[in-house]
């Protein structure tokens, strides 16, 4: 018989969200990892009994640009800290008429178009190789969606993400390009975050949150930051609605993700272990401890 775990929630705070509110038993905690510091210190508590991480993208006053972003470290700590899934809250742009400033879309593809971030815990010495075919569990997804009607939120289930380097908005352009590739939001964040969740065998889900149209828009050809934080506050105080709505469907005890997040490693590694090299490993402790 399959054992029941507890889950612990972690939540990932983007633009405009550097704290959760109503956590009971709350301890901001410095975590130490083997690929240097987090964002920031994460905060432990309980949301209506269950376990909960959150941890500012940013750091709390918004300190560090996306492309300077330590997220190995970052899942690392989550993912030591005992989380089991994931809930990333994503400032984005959109690229469709039909997902105004205001509206949350949850997405279920992502198009990684960075190339400045370390993208892989697995370096030479442990190389492995996780699909990423399907890297939202759609579990959280279902439970994300639900939460967000029952509230009646603004909210489009399914779309693709285009993450792009920044910190520079998108030329006019790379915007119609990234419209007939098909994306609906755009943003700097989400890889290679969710790369990494999956290496670290974490369910993964990240909610969108729209603070503007994207340059396309004849009305928003010159996105400003002014224009972005008016609408991010908004934003923020609708998600923290929708963790507290959410959290308590997702803190069941349960058994293995159906979908397989938790098992990623199973097949994945394919240097073999007489080749594998030892301060690697010692490296992978928390992300692969597991299957190694």
């Not at 775990?5 to 709350?26: A, C, F, K």
């Not at 994460?42 to 991480?53: E, K, Q, T």
């Not at 940013?58 to 690392?76: K, Y």
């Not at 939460?147 to 119609?176: C, N």
Request: proline letters at 7%; glycine letters at 8%.
């Amino acid at each position: 018989m399959t054992d029941l775990i507890e889950p612990v929630i972690g939540l990932i705070g983007g633009s405009g969200l550097y704290d959760i509110e109503g956590l009971e038993d709350r301890e901001w905690r410095r975590v130490p990892t083997p690929w240097g510091q987090p964002s920031d210190q994460l905060l432990f508590g309980r949301l209506a009994g269950v376990r909960c991480v959150f941890l500012p993208r940013h750091g709390r006053g918004h300190p560090v640009p996306p492309s300077e972003l330590n997220f190995r470290a970052n899942i690392d700590a989550l993912k030591r800290s005992g989380v089991t899934e994931i809930i990333s809250l994503s400032a984005v742009g959109s690229l469709r008429e039909d997902l105004p400033p205001g509206h949350f879309v949850i997405v279920d593809q992502f198009i990684d178009r960075t190339f400045a971030r370390h993208k892989t815990f697995f370096d030479a010495g442990c190389v492995a190789h996780v699909s990423m075919a399907h890297p939202v569990c759609p579990r959280l997804g279902d439970a994300l969606e639900t939460a967000a009607r029952a509230l009646a939120l603004p909210v489009t289930r399914g779309g693709t993400y285009l993450v792009m380097e920044g910190p520079q908005f998108s030329t006019k352009a790379e915007s119609e390009l990234y419209r007939q590739w098909g994306c609906s939001v755009i943003g700097m964040t989400n890889m290679p975050e969710a790369k990494l969740s999956r290496e670290a065998e974490m369910c993964y889900a990240t909610v969108a949150m729209v603070t503007d149209f994207d340059c396309w828009h004849p009305d928003h050809d010159h996105v400003t930051v002014d224009q972005v934080v008016k609408v991010l506050f908004s934003n923020a105080d609708k998600a923290r609605a929708l963790v507290k709505a959410v959290v308590p469907a997702l803190g069941q005890r349960r058994g293995p993700c159906p979908a397989g997040c938790d098992r990623a490693l199973d097949n994945a590694i394919i240097t073999a272990p007489e080749m594998r090299a030892p301060e690697m490993l010692a490296k992978l402790d928390a992300v692969a401890g597991r299957v190694l």
